[in-house]
């Protein structure tokens, strides 16, 4: 009997509070759909829609879910179409946040506490060893 992994899901965090209240669940991704998606930068879209769709395909590919609404309340599907009709910077944001997710970076770490007291050292009993009886 063989082993099947089971695929990793990420919840997206964003860095830019315009995107706060989004929730984005992906999935992951093979390497080789993360290859043909290196190819993809804010710069080659200018240069070449193929990249773009390749990279969009992929990404839709891992989408599973997301909180994304119409200005009218309904839902934007989680699908290839509901990403073709977001703007470039919501796009580049999910793929930024998600390849941050799937490296494993971590996010930083909170501020440390304020509190004032750290731990005191502990101090260990320093006594005479008694005398060895044994010789």
């Known amino acids: 009997m063989g082993f099947t992994p089971q695929r990793k899901q990420f919840r997206l965090k964003f860095q830019d509070e315009e995107l706060n209240g989004l929730e984005v669940l992906m999935g992951s991704a093979s390497i ?11 710069d080659t879209a200018k240069d070449s829609m193929s990249s773009l769709g390749t990279s969009l395909s992929v990404l839709a590919d891992s989408l599973v879910s997301w909180n994304l609404e119409y200005e009218n309340g309904s839902p934007v599907p ?7 009709e977001q703007d470039m910077y919501m796009i580049m944001s999910i793929i ?24 005191q050292e502990v101090q260990l009993p320093m006594e005479a060893l008694s005398p060895n009886h044994g010789n």
């Open 32 to 42: 080789g759909a993360l290859m043909n998606m290196s190819n993809f930068s804010a």
């Open 78 to 84: 989680a699908t290839l179409e509901g990403l073709r």
């Open 96 to 119: 930024s946040a998600w390849t941050e997710a799937i490296s494993g970076v971590a996010p930083p770490l909170p501020v440390s506490s304020n509190s004032g007291e750290t731990f």
